[in-house]
T-cell receptor, first 109, second 112 residues
Framework: KQEVTQIPAALSVPEGENLVLNCSFT??????LQWFRQDPGKGLTSLLL?????REQTSGRLNASLDKSSGRSTLYIAASQPGDSATYLC????????FGTGTSLTVIP | EAGVAQSPRYKIIEKRQSVAFWCNPI?????LYWYQQILGQGPKLLIQ????????DSQLPKDRFSAERLKGVDSTLKIQPAKLEDSAVYLC??????????FGPGTRLTVL
């Protein structure tokens, strides 16, 4: 069974700082990996999708990488802003769809 | 483009009662998912539909949970009878392929 771990569970940074969120998984037989954002009381919003054959994807200040051999993905957020405060979840599509437990990010003005 | 709609947004019931949630996916999306998200955890897939057929329901507690997607559009998820541990947010998502899923706002269920 796929195990998906996100560390740290919570993170607070001052505005403007660059930061990295981590996602680890145990089974490298995946189709793709997605990063989502979840705001309190709301559903999930897809941020980036990395296909199994790709190594990274970029969108604005966000960059996500995928290393299947080591079972890791990272989400890099440049020049963080208070509006980036949310919970960030990674999700893997393999035989099933697995979510990590999330990292709660707070960007302090 | 309208997003995924869910109702109700909040529901409070007592244990052993029954409850139903409704989801209307994005128009034209063939795949529909129901997830359960317990506080502090990531979403767990309960059931996946492709049109009106079930693709994966391996994590659906079938003794108390049921779901249907008649006509391959709207879907309902039912719990009968509810237990305290069913308290969670129930998320519905849809997609037009195996890639990006679009999520609704969720239904927060509290079982007392």
């Amino acid at each position: 069974k796929q195990e998906v771990t996100q560390i740290p569970a919570a993170l607070s940074v001052p505005e403007g700082e660059n930061l990295v969120l981590n996602c680890s998984f145990t089974d490298s037989a995946i189709y793709n990996l997605q990063w989502f954002r979840q705001d309190p009381g709301k559903g999930l919003t897809s941020l980036l999708l990395i296909q199994s054959s790709q190594r990274e994807q970029t969108s604005g200040r966000l960059n996500a990488s995928l290393d299947k051999s080591s079972g890791r993905s990272t989400l890099y957020i440049a020049a963080s802003q208070p509006g980036d405060s949310a919970t960030y979840l990674c999700a893997l599509t393999g035989n099933q769809f697995y979510f990590g437990t999330g990292t709660s990010l707070t960007v302090i003005p | 483009e309208a997003g995924v709609a869910q109702s109700p947004r909040y529901k409070i019931i007592e244990k052993r009662q029954s409850v139903a949630f409704w989801c209307n996916p994005i128009s034209g999306h063939a795949t529909l998912y129901w997830y359960q998200q317990i506080l502090g955890q990531g979403p767990k897939l309960l059931i996946q539909f492709q049109n009106n057929g079930v693709v994966d329901d391996s994590q659906l507690p079938k003794d108390r949970f049921s779901a249907e997607r008649l006509k391959g559009v709207d879907s309902t998820l039912k719990i009968q009878p509810a237990k305290l541990e069913d308290s969670a947010v129930y998320l519905c998502a849809s997609s037009s392929s195996t890639d990006t899923q679009y999520f609704g706002p969720g239904t927060r269920l509290t079982v007392l």
